[in-house]
């Protein structure tokens, strides 16, 4: 019996420390990390390359982690090996996932897992590279870059994890129109690593170098030994010296970017439909209250509001429209400091309340703005979200747009954005934090000033339009619309839009700027005009796409399909496969649904073929999730993936159960036994150091720290 218990035991640790081994991973030396923007005409293209080396004397598993923004897709991933490269490719989703799911057959590829964050995205692989040897990752990301508040942003995130010898983050801007504005923000670029950033810009062409040295990438915010982790934003605007807008013709392609200055505002009528439901109790009640006590001191006197707070019950302020005077913003301000949270949530209700108000006091010349604010889902009233959705845009008929802030991550976000794309708005998470106030802040401003109202865009010559008709126009935004020209000699455009006063603004004879190579920056690239239009095309496909159903939908969605493969992008209907060396089998990054935690179950993540923004997507391998569970980051993983090795945990388990079970009766005789002659005491030198894989001095205590992990970390069959 003894010698059984005995070999248990040994097997048993044995099968511990080889789990330990193959879990082990290193994170490499990273010993160049560079990202490099270029950006045309609003058009973004950033390539992150990292250089890794093993420095060990055996194999490791390399990793590659990267922020890239919300707003972006991702085009392009290659690692390189020994000289030889291995290209992602963009497939079909259900043909990504076979291709994936055979290989979670053989054992051979990796997990994934996703998770969403404010601004950013995150992506991850790894790749096991032999003893000194090195690998080099690159991912390409591409967007169109939005004007909020009358400026353009650009936000790179770096977090390589270490101290990098060679890091350096080059941007490149060219704008025909000229460069009026340049700044650099963020963490990145405050306090000791001011020194590390240069920037100038002589006209069209701006350049942004970021270079910190190791010292210094130890002495930032959020900096120490492991190195840099911050964003560095680049900042600008651009010159508009014509009221009708720029255009740009590249290659058969066009792009009209349209933001007249030096209108007049026009006045507004806004009701704000808050929720107090139970939910909000708390922080978000309080910090609703002082949100909107700032908003109404932003009111203009011509400006007239409304106030509708709801739960079960319906409670507006004033049954009617009313203006924005001095003493009525101070009454309004004492009704907002009394809104206290209670009772359920009557969505339906309190929306169709703030359209009646707007309807009853509608008056020509003026932009109506409804914008709702919740935290939950509907359950009082109409709680059927199709019903609801269906009543709202009947009752507005597209007379005017709403916006939908959804409060946190309780909030059925999706029933928000289709509610509001299908009545001309936009919808917007606002994040649970101490920054709440500014989020509901700064989504006002960007409303606040409507300067044109009922914009048409049209284009003669042309076919392949993006949207080309727009509710509204607000100070600081920008309207982009792109093309192809199908006849370049009748080419031609016209903008026709309503401005203060029901004045009729019409827009004509804007040029077109043939400029078939832009700038040097963009060299090596395809034609970017044509990517942006795709990009942006693709970008409308999927948020009309949430609105539809039945044939349409399905039409719309294989719409966007074709021209994600076609594009390379990385989309909510595409994946992008990495075959990787040595038959470690594929990873596969997609983009799934605003609102998924990372503790959603692999499969249910992978099948998710619609999103609601942006997203984030995390490459694991098998050893890795056992880690990840240890960790608590990541609680779930697929069914797929954890079978076979739930059939090792449970049988070491059983294993050491047997073994203790067996080890115990050993001591137990040894303890009853006779003691044989010549000997006086039955316990003396009954514990000899009989495992040779543990010393005599750890005997009794390494088994107890280390056989725990048997049921967590599988081994690999």
């Known amino acids: 019996m003894a010698s059984t218990a005995a070999v248990l035991l040994i097997f048993i640790s044995c099968l511990q420390t080889t789990t330990c081994q193959r879990r082990k991973r290193h994170s490499g030396d990273i010993y160049s990390f560079h990202i490099n923007a270029t950006v045309t005409s609003r058009y973004a293209i950033t390539v992150i390359t990292s250089r890794v080396a093993n420095r060990h004397d055996n194999s490791s598993e390399i990793d590659f982690h990267v922020k890239i923004p919300k707003t972006a897709f991702i085009s392009k991933f290659r690692m390189t090996i020994d000289g030889k490269m291995y290209d992602g490719v963009v497939k079909k989703k259900e043909e990504a996932e076979q291709q994936y799911k055979e290989a979670v057959d053989q054992g051979q590829t990796a997990g994934l897992v996703s998770a969403v964050g404010r601004t950013l995205e995150d992506f991850r692989t790894s790749v096991s590279i032999a003893a000194h040897n090195k690998v080099t990752f690159e991912l390409t990301y591409e967007e169109l870059l939005q004007r909020r508040l009358g400026n353009y942003e650009l936000l790179i995130n770096a977090q390589p994890g270490q101290i990098v010898r060679d890091f350096k983050i080059n941007v490149n801007v060219y704008e025909k129109p000229g460069i009026k504005l340049l700044k650099v923000e963020g963490s990145l670029a405050s306090k000791t690593l001011t020194t590390a950033v240069t920037k100038s810009h002589v006209d069209k062409e701006a350049w942004i170098t970021f270079s910190p040295t190791e010292v210094q990438q130890t ?8 190195g840099l982790s911050g964003d560095l934003k680049m900042i600008y605007d651009v010159e508009r010296p014509h009221s009708n807008g720029e255009m740009l013709v590249v290659g058969g392609f066009f792009a009209h970017y349209f933001a007249p200055a030096d209108l007049p505002r026009i006045p507004k009528n806004v009701v704000f439909v808050i929720d107090r439901s139970g939910s909000m109790l708390g922080q978000k009640i309080s910090q609703t209250r002082t949100a909107l006590l700032k908003i109404l001191d932003d009111l203009a006197e011509n400006d007239r509001f409304g106030l509708i707070c709801f ?16 003493q009525n913003v101070k009454a309004a301000k004492e009704f907002v400091g009394g809104i206290e949270s209670r009772g359920s949530t009557d969505i339906n209700a309190a929306v169709l309340e703030g359209v009646k108000m707007i309807q009853t006091g509608h008056k020509e010349g003026v932009a109506s703005i409804l914008i709702l604010l919740t935290d939950g889902q509907p359950n009082s009233g109409e709680a059927d979200p199709d019903k609801i959705e269906e009543n ?37 998470r606002i994040y649970e934090g101490t920054d709440a106030v500014l989020q509901l802040e700064g989504f006002y401003e960007e409303v606040a000033v409507p300067l044109l109202t009922s914009v048409k865009m049209a284009y003669k010559g042309a076919t392949h339009l993006t ?6 126009y607000y100070n600081g935004s920008e309207i982009v619309v ?31 700027s043939q400029d078939e190579n832009p700038s040097p920056v963009m060299s090596g690239f395809e034609n970017f005009l044509q990517r942006l239009w795709a990009y942006l095309t693709l970008k409308q496909l999927l948020d009309r796409e949430v609105m539809l159903s039945g044939e349409e939908k399905k039409a719309v969605k294989q719409e966007a399909l074709d021209l994600a493969l076609r594009y390379g992008f990385v989309t ?15 990873h596969v990054a997609h983009k799934p649904k605003e609102g998924e935690s990372s503790s959603t179950p692999l499969s249910r993540t992978y099948s998710n073929l619609a999103y609601d923004s942006y997203y984030d997507s995390d490459l694991l391998s098998l050893s890795d999730l056992a880690n990840y569970r240890l960790s608590n980051d990541y609680p779930m993983m697929d069914k797929s993936l954890s079978g076979r090795h739930h059939i090792w945990t449970v049988g070491a388990a059983v294993l050491l159960v047997v073994g203790m079970i067996l080890a115990g009766l050993w001591f137990w005789r040894r303890k009853h036994a006779r003691p044989p002659p010549g000997r006086t005491n039955p316990e003396e030198n009954e514990c000899v150091n009989t495992d040779p894989f543990i010393s005599s001095e750890d005997q009794g205590t390494k088994g107890k720290e280390s056989l725990p992990a048997l049921t967590l970390s599988p081994a690999a069959s």
């Open 467 to 472: 949207q080309s008709a727009f509710m509204h």
């Open 392 to 428: 709202v845009r009947r009752a507005i008929g597209k007379g005017f747009p709403l916006y939908c802030l959804g409060f946190g991550f309780d909030v059925r976000f999706e029933f928000l954005q289709k509610m509001a794309q299908e009545n001309g708005g936009v919808a917007r």
């Open 311 to 326: 739960d079960d019950k319906i409670s507006p302020w004033k049954r009617t429209l009313i203006g924005a005077t001095q």
């Open 572 to 586: 909510p209907m595409t994946s992008m496969v990495v075959t990787k060396p040595q038959a470690e089998g594929s």
């Open 482 to 512: 792109a093309g192809q020209i199908s006849n370049i000699t009748d080419f031609s455009t016209a903008v026709i839009a309503v401005s203060t006063n029901t004045e009729v603004m019409t827009y004509t004879d804007i040029k077109p």
């Open 219 to 226: 002495q930032c915010d959020g900096c120490g030994e492991h």
